[in-house]
Structure formats: structure tokens, C-alpha cells
């Protein structure tokens, strides 16, 4: 049975930085689709990032291209969200999800797909 974990969540000023991650265990594809959501109050979640875990082929949402970078550790079965320049309108629960044995990010942002999800980490931006 597949899980993630997610952490790395926190509280940074304007401007800051933080780096996610997201562990996952119990993996039985070698490519598997993972990406990053989020959602802030009242608002609907919202992709934000993903990557083939064992592939590669980073993608982002235009509110985070230029920020945030997406990247993999294979051998840790883990992928990292690095996210710089954060501001206020940043600040939401980021979850990652997987997709399991899809090796092409087509329709990445399309949260219906994702059958395995973490359990969210919290991101605080002031000022």
C-alpha cells in the first residue's frame, strides 16, 4: 500500500523560503506521477507542481513558475518542493499526491486523478 508523507511546512516572512517534502513507501512502479496542491481558506485547492518520480519532466502552475522548483531524490523515493520569493497569497496547506505507474504529466493539475495523498503540511507567509 502506497503512503506519503509530507513535511516541511512552516512560518516564513515575505520573501522567505521553505522546502517540502514528500516521502512515499510502498511503491510498486517504478514511474509514479507526484505533484504538489494546496489550499488556503475558503479557496479551492490548487495544483501547484509535479514531477515523474523516476523520471523527471518538472511542471508548474503559472502563479508559481520562476519560485518554486520541483525535484526528485530516486533513491529516497522522495520529492522536494523548494519554494522561494514566498508571499502571503502563498500561504495554504500543501499537499502531495501520487498517481501510481502514470509516467506522463499530461493533466497533472487534474486533482481527480491522484489516488494516494499526504497529509497536508501547513505554510504561514507574513507581511
Known amino acids: 500500500q502506497v503512503q506519503l508523507v509530507d513535511s516541511g511546512g512552516g512560518s516564513v516572512q515575505a520573501g522567505g523560503s521553505l522546502r517540502l517534502s514528500c516521502a512515499a513507501s510502498g511503491l510498486t512502479y517504478r514511474n509514479n506521477l507526484v505533484a504538489w496542491f494546496r489550499q488556503a481558506p475558503e479557496k479551492e485547492r490548487e495544483g501547484v507542481a509535479a514531477?515523474?518520480?523516476?523520471?523527471?519532466?518538472?511542471q508548474y502552475a503559472d502563479s508559481v513558475e520562476g519560485r518554486f522548483a520541483i525535484s526528485q531524490d530516486n533513491a529516497k523515493n522522495t520529492v522536494y518542493l523548494q519554494m522561494n520569493s514566498l508571499q502571503p497569497e502563498d500561504a495554504a496547506i500543501y499537499y502531495c499526491?501520487?498517481?501510481?505507474?502514470?509516467?506522463?504529466?499530461?493533466?497533472?493539475?487534474?486533482?481527480?486523478?491522484?489516488?494516494?495523498w499526504g497529509q497536508g503540511t501547513q505554510v504561514t507567509v507574513s507581511g
Open positions: 499526491a501520487m498517481n501510481p505507474g502514470v509516467r506522463d504529466a499530461y493533466g497533472w493539475s487534474n486533482q481527480l486523478q491522484y489516488r494516494v
Open positions: 514531477i515523474i518520480l523516476g523520471r523527471g519532466g518538472p
